[in-house]
């Protein structure tokens, strides 16, 4: 079965550009998340989606972050414009809903210039 | 608030000896407890999970955790290290938010082997 697939796994951007990042979550499984990790800061929740619907975005940083869920199998995180300061690794999670555990993609470094 | 708390930031222990990594948290009820490990370059995998019933639980790898209320730990442990193991390992607890999946991570232990 295939696992959660994030996109690109590596991406390097200056300061000011526009970056998406993307995920595809696990067939069935109705909540998906945006994980941001730091050195600083650890594992950080920024947003979480139920049945396509972000219910709690409290996470995310500031205006220049948005997530969307179109449909239940693909989702975007995207910073614009980016900062050096959003330089950090993006998980994507997806779990099949009541208790579940959390299904991590590989993840998404992003680097920013 | 609910919080949880990983004491060791990073622990080195030698090939086949003994492993307990720490974790306490702070909940308001009984909580659901998770262990992952995050090998370098990796997502987290899920190790094992407590939700309810026998205290101590039995995950993959030969890891076990063992929840205790009194001391509002699940420390995680395993007989005999392999170098395979060394990778970076984060409690979690939940749920919060109105939400059974949100979890809470702890800032995680970075395990180190040593032939």
């Known amino acids: 079965d295939a696992g959660v697939i994030q996109s690109p796994r590596h991406e390097v951007t200056e300061m000011g550009q526009e970056v998406t990042l993307r995920c595809k979550p696990i067939?069935?499984?109705?909540?998906l998340f945006w994980y941001r990790q730091t050195m600083m800061r650890g594992l950080e929740l920024l947003i979480y989606f139920n049945n396509n619907v972000p219910i709690d975005d409290s996470g995310m940083p500031e205006d220049r972050f948005s997530a969307k869920m179109p449909n239940a199998s693909f989702s975007t995180l995207k910073i614009q414009p980016s900062e050096p300061r959003d330089s950090a690794v993006y998980f994507c999670?997806?779990?099949?809903?009541?208790?579940?555990?959390?299904?991590f993609g590989e993840g998404s470094r992003l680097t920013v210039l | 608030a609910q919080s949880v708390t990983q004491p060791d930031i990073h622990i080195t222990v030698s090939e086949g000896a003994s492993l307990e990594l720490r974790c306490n948290y702070s909940y308001g009820a009984t909580p659901y407890l998770f262990w992952y490990v995050q090998s370098p370059g990796q997502g987290l995998q899920l190790l094992l999970k407590y939700f309810s019933g026998d205290t101590l639980v039995q995950g993959i790898k030969g890891f076990e955790a063992e929840f205790k209320r009194s001391q509002s730990s699940f420390n995680l442990r395993k007989p005999s290290v392999h170098w395979s193991d060394a990778a970076e390992y984060f409690c979690a607890v939940g749920p919060y938010g109105g939400a059974t999946n949100k979890l809470i991570f702890g800032t995680g232990t970075l395990l180190a082997v040593q032939p």
């Open positions: 067939s069935g499984h109705n909540s």
């Open positions: 999670a997806s779990s099949p809903g009541a208790a579940g555990e959390l299904f």
